[in-house]
């Protein structure tokens, strides 16, 4: 029973250092499993970008953070919170959020969100 090996799970376990990936001019997101209740993704932003201000009608948005010296987290228009490797942010419906890659070197975070499908609103930070 528990002699089944890795690559039995292949879409049950996911290894971040295979799936994450950057853009040179803008954060990217990497969708990593999709399921009819969430979405998984692995966010990477090289120093100084920044992933839109926005929010969800209906969805949480659950940000784990994985790698990064230093990165700023918009709560709110106008409202900045330092965050770092090892902390977790949590949206949920109608709040709003974004962060920037505040420091030199590339920042990585997990982003679990639902349900699905997302809908998206996009805010101006200030």
């Not at 292949?10 to 997101?29: C, G, L, M, T």
């Not at 966010?43 to 784990?64: M, V």
């Amino acid at each position: 029973m528990f002699a089944k090996k890795v690559q039995d799970y292949k879409e049950r376990i996911f290894d971040v250092n295979e799936i994450k990936s950057f853009d040179d001019s803008q954060a990217k997101k990497n969708i990593f499993y999709e399921t009819g209740q969430t979405v998984g993704a692995v966010w990477c932003l090289k120093p100084g970008q920044e992933l839109y201000f926005h929010s969800h009608k209906r969805a949480d948005d659950i940000w784990i953070c994985i790698e990064g010296d230093s990165g700023a987290y918009y709560p709110e228009c106008g409202e900045s919170v330092e965050i770092s490797k090892g902390m977790v942010c949590v949206a949920r419906p109608g709040e709003k959020h974004g962060m920037k890659n505040t420091g030199s070197t590339d920042f990585v975070f997990i982003g679990i969100a639902g349900p699905v499908p997302l809908d998206l609103i996009r805010h101006e930070l200030e």
